[in-house]
């Protein structure tokens, strides 16, 4: 009855005056009656069936080949109803498909979520980095408190010390013979520099003897035997001075490179025994304490700390005893040598023994080089 109905208000022809107003029909109560009919019948059917959704609507919609289309408007002929039945065609019908063909990548929710990790690795990053410099902080000061307690009990005498009296011997002497022979480097490098300014001042009166034997020839003679023999004197001095200065090398790289070196694993070797006793403490206090899970996990913690340092401690000892066994072997070879040549050079310069001088420092392989060599003699200037 509803399509009887709306098929005849789709087809009902409305009649237009000359004037342009439309005439007054009896049709229009009937179209009124029928519209509010189909309105009450639209608000029972979807009280009782819902909402369609879309895709039903579409597909189960009118064809196209069943309607009609006025092409006159109103007040037209009916040769101006065209029927729809000349149209080929499917009625419209929804594609669930479409919507997949164009796929949207790197847009939108994916632009997003790329961003969104990027920062979130680089705030886990940062916070990895910052947890791992508060952590090395917090072993830091905990060792530092307890390597701090441990070096003022031994002050006071209220905590026991671990020494190894063969090893700490050896160390004191070495520590005694380090400041003896800086002492002896010390005046070494004096005495360099005391004939050092004794040869320049010979060189320079050689010179002074030299040009007066020139301008004073009743002296001529005396002034040039003068000028010879301190010629002859600083060449000797510049030889000796050559000796010295390697003399002084060598007991310089031995003081403060090979004995500084072994001192340096000597303080090591101390740091590290210090650790291992401020350790070994914590543990036996924790020992003494009671024996409840918690103090358990503490004593187990503490015993695993404290076999760390005492692995450390023994091989830092083991590697100060074979430094100071190379240190005393090298030392005793550089030395003998260093003292033989000084010796030799020293008894050949105030012996006047030139020859011997020469052979002395060839024997150890020094090469001289003449103190006035980058300065203009006297006849140069001249």
């Known amino acids: 009855m509803t399509d009887s109905v709306m098929s005849k208000a789709a087809t009902m022809e409305i009649p237009i005056n000359s004037n342009g107003d439309t005439g007054a029909l009896q049709e229009d109560d009937s179209l009124e009656q029928a519209a509010k009919l189909q309105w009450s019948l639209d608000e029972k059917v979807e009280s009782s069936r819902g909402t369609r959704d879309l895709q039903q ?70 916070h990895g980095v910052a947890v791992e410099k508060i952590e090395a902080m917090r072993k830091w000061s905990l060792n530092t408190y307890k390597c701090t307690k441990q070096m003022l009990s031994e002050r006071f ?72 023999t301190q010629k002859l004197l600083c060449k000797n001095g510049e030889t000796l001075l050559g000796a010295i200065n390697f003399f002084v090398s060598s007991i310089n790289t031995l003081v403060n490179k090979t004995m500084e070196d072994t001192l340096m694993t000597v303080k090591m070797f101390e740091n590290a025994r210090l650790e291992f006793d401020a350790y070994r403490s914590d543990l036996e206090e924790l020992s003494l304490g009671p024996r409840d899970a918690v103090a358990m996990a503490r004593i187990e913690a503490a015993q695993q700390q404290y076999q760390v340092h005492k692995e450390k401690y023994e091989r830092l000892r083991s590697d100060v005893t074979i430094k100071l066994k190379f240190l005393e072997e090298n030392k005793v070879k550089v030395m003998h040598k260093q003292l033989l040549l000084f010796h030799n050079a020293i008894s050949a310069y105030f012996a006047g023994n030139q020859q011997q001088l020469e052979e002395t420092l060839k024997q150890f392989n020094i090469k001289l080089r003449p103190l006035g060599a980058d300065k203009p003699s006297w006849l140069e200037e001249q």
Not at 66 to 95: D, F, L, W
Not at 191 to 220: C, I, W
């Open 57 to 126: 609507v579409m597909v189960s919609g009118p064809n196209l080949n069943e309607t009609s289309i006025v092409s006159g408007g109103y007040g037209g002929t009916a040769e101006g109803i065209i029927p729809t039945s000349s149209i080929k065609g499917p009625a419209v019908h929804y594609n669930p498909e479409f919507n997949k063909r164009i796929p949207v990548t790197g847009l939108g929710p994916n632009m997003h979520h790329s961003s969104s990790s990027s920062s979130v690795t680089a705030e886990e990053t940062t």
């Open 157 to 228: 005498g209220r905590g026991s010390k671990t020494v190894d009296l063969e090893l700490e011997a050896q160390i004191e002497l070495l520590r005694d013979t380090k400041r003896k022979y800086e002492n002896v480097l010390r005046l070494a490098r004096a005495l360099t520099n005391h004939f050092y300014n004794m040869v320049q001042t010979q060189h320079a009166l050689g010179d002074t003897f030299a040009d007066l034997s020139q301008k004073s020839p009743e002296l001529r003679d005396e002034f040039g035997y003068n000028a010879e």
